[in-house]
């Protein structure tokens, strides 16, 4: 065995020492670039062993030396200038079955997992491993690896490993329940509240610390009221609005209060202080939210847990998350919901709002997490228990097990000196105890409790005979194991009469085949057929009084009693759910199922594990032969075990991964997943996974799962308890390695034993999931089998030639771009599917069979293809797609079912308090189920194969990924507002800086069309050769062509020095140097007109001066002098599909301005040169006028033989396709002097200036669209485009909308060109990114339901002898100036007007409504016409509508009954950019925001007569504008005599 002695070196030091592992290649003649070495001590063959991939070798490296990277020798403990062993190892032998990957402050799409993951395959990873991937600008980190049930230290990973990509900043809900138990003591004498917040959120905002997590928070109390009320009539009118009724009639009302809305902070436990204050309150003010003075309203209880509004508050967290495309921004990835609720996780749910939660949870990929304060109960959880709306006495109850929550018990480390039971049970409530909680009377409460007992002794002398046992057997009877049975042999079960139709039709799986008609009851329960729901007389029997059951299960307490027929009852033929042994259940396997299962490492025993589900310490077993005794096992983990330490906290490490060895051998059988088969041919001699003594039947579970737990191959145990003792292997301490001491100290926990002879299965808390959730995995195993396929699907397919698309299309383009291969199509196809949350199905490769894949067991061996034809399968719900390459053809085949699910919509009604609301508000939504099979994906790909052609444009279906943007005049308003001490400075201090503002523009958006100026250019038409023209404000002085010298220049006396500045020099070189515009410099032989422009300093537009033309110059001399080259209108550098000397409008006016004055206007001299055919629109469109602004125009008149001549496209929309072109209004005053007016306020005028510009311009859109190279640098491995959408105009004062979009491009490259952008504009504009719906209205689609604006009524009864306002003017136009009148306020206080589209379309008489936005672009405000007193019909969707609203269907909340204004906050500003925004000599550091805020409400109810101050200056401008026209009209009068 060779030794070799280890150096280390660090990264970055050295050139040659740049890799991990650096050696010569002289001592390894048989290695080569790629291989995989095993380095360890030689003392300690079953310690650390590293494994290193071999990147480079290095000559300088000595002999008989290996250099490893210090980092990784310290974390691996190698101690430099040891011995070691090296030797090649073969990739397969150390392979990881998954590997765990973080991210932070980035966002990375699914298709961007994709490709990490295939840029990651083959190579050698190890913990911690910061992973770079520059094609994409990608940065990671490895975080945990498993390989054969152990966690590694390092590995390689293959086609087959599993990679679960965790992100430490997602969007997180953190939702917590606030119903009657939070205000019950638990077992140790706390409140649930302050179990809840000072325990568990307190213990989750540490690991957030410690991990330095950065997610983006929302924290929201919610709960539900019910009131005690017979019918609507006992309900005051103001009440009615958002009250909703329940399947027994009870009438309710939902209350959410948000704590806090989209914060990140890096210290969360202040805000547990804020929500300790809110909890004291709470309470009181939701009871007693309605009551008036005078007025009489029903009795108003809190509910409990179990009757909650947890579903609705899923949906809720949906309907945000589901529109993640809308306001992307490019720092977070990964959406997570989390309801901690003080009950035990038994909840009482409406079964049609169960299957859309479950569908849009799964659909949606998003991770929901349920964290339980209560004690575990003794049945399987969570447990939803369905609304019974059969009201007959035999009717059953009827149970399901939800796979899609992740459930967390959460119990303290506090500790009772005097015992270690823990109560798992609590008893319902008695009489007295009742007319606490359920509202009833006295007098009910006492008939109820006599009625209680009477009815058990009864019951029991009844019931003495029957025989309870042979009943469970006879009700819980497993369903038949074979899942494909012969079609004539009807499978009986036993004992239960089932009639024979129903048992054929489930154990061929074939629902569908039923018609309503001939099961009646068939149709409620088979809603979902992928959950079998059990129903159960029994427990509804013993509710009343069973001691077994937690008090949750018995929450309709003594309401309905059951009486047990002994007689069997006839059921379709479904196997029943007993929540006391679910695990006697297994359910058909579908892809739903299997969505999550890849985030699971598989434990020793080839199971799928979750890492929060511990098992104890078992007792001894019965046959020692069978299962070696735990502690053994341990000690040969850890020896096996890649040797890195974890922290003292992970003692019960290697206990938890044997979580699942079977509870005791004698009694239970083996835990069986899916791929039982597989473990046991791999693992049959393995001395680490003893097999049990009985192991099942194999075939009879095939394709067959358990019901229980997310990943359905845990069976469920009853021995399950919440002891913390054991401790979650995820606290993430082996990122600080530790020593192995700790797991070697593992002592058996002390309850260990009490088990009575069997291990318990102990659920604790995923912190994991909490901290780092995971992001939907990219890849499943589940595929239907053929038979399936052809009974259950509908199959449909395309194909595709992307070679002749494109062919086609890459003409007719203005630009031409390289199209798309085939190859680079077909991936695109693929990725496109998986950013819409499809997954990769992964199969054997076996040549698959007709029906697309191997038959056998439905879920498949890991496996890819690997040759020239290739074929993907994706599925998404129960929608599969297979994409197969073949030579340049691809085929798209998708498989849908035959008979989907029906649309439901629920309709539901809440209030809710966002913050800095005054009140509850009243809002709706609707919860709705997405029919995937309608996603238009042929339109998508053809999308993609002409490269993003107009022809298939991206429709709002097809859910494409947008940011918007606004750009704003950089203002520095904090500090102005910290010295006025009132924020409406407006506009006094803002000084007028247009013109800046408007070069400044410009500048961007020639970054945006990637454009440049001519650097040098031959002119035609002059002897001079070399010409520099620059435009860019990073310079004063340009540099020279190489060729010339200095020695003859006159700007070497000025600057003084030969070298030329990098820099702008100080201001002194040239005094009156605007920043907008650059002079040109030119070579010596021009030195008499450069040195003009040195003499004339006031003409400072940087054009170089040489001339003022002369009053009665003719059109064809300024005509000459704009083309000249070196003083003429700067034209642009040879760019496709841009006709040769083309410039904009907005240079030639300023050009023009400086050089006529004589009163001539510059647009008219334009307009004329077009008219004569000197000038054209680039586009080569005669038709088109000469427009002010950022439009280009070329000089038709030119040499068209010379070498650089490009002609224009003559093809308009094609141009407009590719160039961004924006007209300029509001700014001709910088062109052409305008006589100056006395401003009248507008709401004053006599007759009103249109609000905005959509009147006045001349293309009468308010956007439009081009196309958007976005892979500038060339940094992507893919071909990246997307769209720009912006405003047609520009207009000083206003905000001008920019929105990117796209579909084909990585997240980190838009950011990256965004980015640029941002830095491009900084001078004296900004953009700043804004929500796609800022004002989120109640009832509105797009928008956050838990978000809101702020109502500001503003006072208008300030006028003295309360007179009305605007009472000297016409009744029609009033409206109209009040409008006016609160545009002028929120101008006041530094508003800008936002153009949007109208919102509909068509004749309705709907009210005008105005968007601003501050100039700061903190907040936005909207002001609307208050006359009309319209309603908008609440939106009623065509599909099955279930709604439990009783009032009403319009919706009155946004009749604005009063004058004034919403505000609200822009959510997409970070954070902590808001908070820096401090107002530095307030009292408490106070937030410029909340200044605002307070500022703005104090004005508009008129405090300081502020109000009324602001209308009396009004009117006096108005006097004075008045005056100044009566003279100027008299002193005309005069000259005229």
């Known amino acids: 065995m060779k030794l070799y002695k280890l150096n280390t070196h660090t990264r970055g030091c050295n050139k040659s020492y740049d890799a991990d592992l650096v050696m010569n290649l002289k001592d390894h003649p048989n290695a080569n670039v790629g291989d995989v070495v095993e380095i360890y001590a030689p003392d300690e063959e079953n310690g650390t062993h590293l494994l290193l991939q071999i990147t480079e070798f290095n000559g300088s490296c000595g002999r ?44 990375m799409g699914r298709s961007e997992m994709w490709r990490l993951k295939t840029y990651l395959t083959d190579t050698c990873v190890y913990v911690n491993k910061k992973i770079d991937y520059n094609d994409m600008q990608i940065r990671c980190q490895v975080y945990e690896m498993w390989s054969q049930g152990e966690r590694v230290a390092s590995g390689v990973i293959t086609e087959d490993t599993k990679i679960v990509f965790r992100s430490s900043t997602s969007m997180v809900y953190l939702f917590l329940q606030m119903s009657s138990e939070m205000w019950d003591f638990d077992i140790h004498g706390d409140l649930y509240f302050e179990k809840a917040v000072n325990g568990f959120l307190t213990e989750l905002f540490q690991k957030w610390r410690k991990l330095s997590c950065n ?48 914060e990140r902070c890096d210290d969360w436990c202040t805000v547990l202080g804020q929500l300790r204050k809110l909890f004291t309150s709470y309470q009181a003010t939701v009871l007693r939210y309605h009551e008036r003075e005078n007025m009489k309203i029903p009795p108003a209880t809190n509910s409990s847990a179990t009757q909650g509004n947890f579903l609705e508050v899923l949906n809720i967290s949906l309907n945000t998350f589901e529109k993640h495309y809308l306001d992307r921004t490019f720092d977070r990835t990964g959406q997570l919901s989390v309801v901690i609720t003080p009950g035990v996780g038994v909840f009482s749910v409406d079964r049609e709002l169960t299957n859309i939660t479950k569908q849009r949870i799964i659909d949606n990929g998003v991770g929901s997490d349920l964290v339980c304060v209560g004690e575990q109960p003794l049945h399987a959880v969570p447990l939803l228990k369905f609304h019974n709306k059969d009201t007959t006495l035999t009717s059953a109850d009827d149970y399901s097990l939800p796979h899609w929550i992740n459930l967390s018990f959460y119990s303290t480390n506090k500790k009772i000196a005097y015992s270690s039971f823990i109560p798992r049970i609590k008893l319902p409530l008695f009489g007295s105890q009742l007319t606490l909680h359920d509202g009833v009377g006295e007098g009910e409460g006492e008939e109820n409790e006599r009625h209680f007992l009477s009815c058990n002794q009864s019951e029991y002398k009844h019931n003495s005979l029957f025989d309870y046992d042979a009943y469970d057997e006879q009700i819980f009877q497993p369903l ?135 098992q104890a310490v078992p007792a001894k077993p019965t046959q020692a032969g069978q299962q070696r005794p735990l502690q053994q096992i341990q000690s040969n983990n850890n020896n096996d075990q890649e040797n890195y330490g974890c922290g003292n906290g992970e003692q019960y490490d290697r206990v938890s991964n044997h979580s699942l060895l079977s509870k005791s051998a004698s009694s239970q059988s083996f835990v069986m997943g899916d791929d039982h088969i597989d473990f046991f041919k791999r693992r049959q001699n393995s001395p680490m996974n003893p097999l049990p003594a009985n192991v099942p039947n194999l ?112 003409q007719s383009r203005a630009v031409y771009r390289k199209p798309l291969s085939t190859e680079e199509v077909c991936k695109e196809i693929v990725s496109q599917r998986l950013a819409q949350g499809f997954q990769l199905i992964v199969v054997d490769e076996k040549p698959p069979t007709a029906g697309g894949c191997s038959s056998g067991s439905a879920v498949q061996p890991v496996k890819l293809s690997r040759e020239t034809n290739k074929e993907y399968l994706l599925s998404i719900g129960r929608i599969f797609h297979k994409i197969s390459l073949s030579g340049s053809v691809i085929t798209v085949t998708g498989y849908r079912p035959r008979h989907p699910y029906p649309p439901i919509n629920v309709d539901y009604r809440y209030r809710f308090h966002a913050p800095q609301h005054e009140t509850y508000e009243i809002s709706g939504v609707n919860f709705t189920t997405e029919k995937l099979e309608n996603f238009n994906w042929n339109h998508m790909d053809l999308y993609i194969c002409t490269r993003g052609d107009v022809d298939y444009p991206l429709m709002e279906s097809l859910k494409y990924w947008r940011y918007r943007m606004y750009l704003l005049p950089r203002e520095n308003i904090v500090s102005k507002i910290a010295s006025c001490q009132r924020c409406d400075i407006f506009p006094d201090v803002t000084a007028d800086n247009t013109r800046e503002q408007v070069e400044d523009f410009v500048r961007l958006i020639e970054a945006v069309s990637k454009l440049k100026r001519q650097y040098a250019r031959k002119a035609r038409d002059s002897p001079i050769a070399h010409i520099t023209k620059r435009r860019h404000s990073t ?127 510059p647009l008219d001299l334009l307009e004329a040169m077009r008219k004569e055919r000197m000038i054209c629109h680039a586009s080569g469109d005669w038709k088109k006028p000469v427009v002010p602004g950022f439009v280009f125009y070329y000089v038709v008149q030119q040499d068209k033989n010379a070498k650089d001549y490009a002609p224009p496209l003559d093809d308009y929309s094609a141009f407009v396709n590719e160039w961004l072109e924006i007209e300029f209004q509001g700014c001709s005053f910088l062109w052409h002097d305008e006589p100056v007016t006395t401003p009248v306020p507008n709401f004053l005028r006599d007759s009103l200036a249109p609000q905005s510009w959509t009147e006045t311009s001349s293309n009468k859109r308010v956007y439009r669209q081009s196309h958007l190279e976005i892979d500038v640098n060339q940094k992507s491995d893919r071909m990246e485009w997307g769209h720009v959408k912006h405003h047609t105009v520009l207009q000083p004062r206003f905000a001008f909308e920019i929105v990117v979009e796209w579909v084909t491009s990585s997240g980190p490259i838009v950011a990256d060109l965004i980015g640029g952008w941002m830095r491009k504009a900084n001078q004296f504009n900004f953009l700043v990114s804004v929500p796609a719906d800022p004002m989120a209205e109640p009832f509105t689609k797009k928008s956050d339901p838990l978000r809101g604006p702020i109502f500001i009524p503003l006072c208008t009864t300030f006028l003295p002898n309360g007179a009305a306002l605007f009472d000297e003017f016409p009744e029609e136009s009033r409206s109209d100036r009040m409008l006016f009148f609160q545009e002028a306020i929120l101008g006041k206080f530094g508003f800008l007007p936002c153009v949007l589209e109208k919102k509909y379309s068509g004749g309705k008489d709907l009210p005008k409504e105005y968007q601003y936005v501050h100039c700061t ?59 820096a925004q401090t107002i530095n000599n307030s009292a408490d550091g106070e937030l410029f925001q909340l200044k605002m805020l307070k500022d703005f409400r104090e004005f508009c109810s008129n405090s300081d007569q502020r109000l009324s101050t602001f209308w009396t200056q009004s009117q006096e401008l108005k006097r004075r504008a008045q005056k100044f026209e009566f003279n100027n009209n008299n002193t005309e009068e005069n000259k005229m005599k």
């Not at 329940?246 to 704590?259: C, S």
């Not at 308890?721 to 070697?744: F, Q």
């Not at 909490?770 to 195993?781: E, N």
């Open 64 to 107: 008989d030396v290996i250099s490893i990277e210090s980092g990784i020798a310290n974390a691996f403990k190698m101690r430099p200038y040891s011995n070691v062993v090296m030797r090649i190892v073969k990739p397969s032998d150390v392979a990881l079955d998954s590997i765990e990957i973080t991210f932070k402050d980035q966002y």
């Open 215 to 262: 997610h983006e928070v929302t924290i929201v109390l919610f709960s539900r009221t019910f009131y005690a009320a017979k019918s609507l009539d006992e309900f005051p009118e103001h009440m009615r609005d958002c009250l909703q009724q329940d399947y027994k009639g009870r009438f309710y009302e939902d209350f959410y209060r948000v704590a806090i809305q989209n």
């Open 480 to 614: 038949p194991a074979q899942s494909t049975c012969s079609l004539q042999r009807v499978v009986r079960a036993k004992k239960t009469s089932v009639p024979s139709l129903e048992t054929y039709a489930y154990s061929n799986n074939d629902w569908e085949n039923l018609t309503p008609t001939q099961i009646p009851a068939m149709r409620r329960k088979m809603s979902d057929p992928d959950i079998h729901h059990g129903t159960s007389a029994m427990l509804a029997a013993l509710q009343p009084d069973t001691t077994n059951l937690s008090e949750s299960l018995a929450s309709e307490k003594n309401s309905r009693r059951t009486i047990v027929s002994i007689a069997p009852i006839v059921r379709p033929g479904r196997a029943l759910i007993n929540p006391f042994d679910p695990s006697q259940v297994t359910i058909k396997l579908t892809s739903n199922r299997r969505r999550w299962t890849h985030i699971f490492p598989k434990g020793p025993t080839g199971v799928l594990i979750q890492q929060h589900h511990y």
């Open 699 to 810: 075939t009879a579970t095939q394709a067959k799962s358990y019901l229980w737990g997310a990943t359905g191959e845990q069976e469920w145990t009853p021995a399950i308890t919440t002891v913390k003792h054991l401790r979650p292997i995820v606290e993430g301490e082996h990122h600080h390695l530790g020593s192995l001491e700790a797991l070697r100290a593992l002592d058996p926990p002390p309850d260990a034993e009490a088990g009575g002879g069997r291990g318990k299965i102990i659920i604790g808390v995923d912190w994991k999931s909490l901290t780092i959730p995971a992001c939907l995995p990219i890849t499943t195993d589940y595929f239907p089998d053929k038979r399936s396929l052809n009974n259950d699907y509908v199959i449909s397919d395309y194909t595709l030639l992307p070679d002749d698309v494109n062919h086609d299309y890459a």
């Open 1035 to 1161: 310079s004063i002085i340009s540099r020279p062509q190489p060729n010339q010298g200095l020695t003859n220049s006159p700007f070497r006396e000025r600057v003084g020095s030969n070298r030329l500045p990098e820099k702008r020099p100080s201001i002194n070189v040239r005094p009156k140097l605007e920043n907008g515009r650059i002079p040109r410099i030119f070579p010596a032989t021009d030195a008499a007109a450069a040195a003009g422009v040195a003499a004339r300093d006031d003409q400072d537009d940087g054009f170089p001066v040489d001339i003022k033309f002369s009053p009665n110059a003719t059109l064809s001399e300024i005509f000459e002098a704009m083309k000249h080259p070196v003083n003429g209108v700067g034209f642009f550098s040879q760019t496709q599909s841009l006709p040769s000397c083309t410039f904009v409008a907005y240079d030639a006016l300023m050009w023009l301005k400086t050089r006529l004055n004589n009163g001539r206007h």
């Open 1417 to 1475: 672009g903190n907040m936005f405000a909207l002001i609307r016409c208050a006359t009309n007193n319209y309603q908008v019909e609440s939106p009623i969707l065509k599909e099955a509508n279930v709604t439990r609203c009783v009032y009403g269907h319009t919706n009155n909340t946004n009749v604005p009954k009063k004058v004034g204004f919403l505000w609200a906050w822009n959510h997409m500003i970070p954070n902590k950019k808001w908070k």
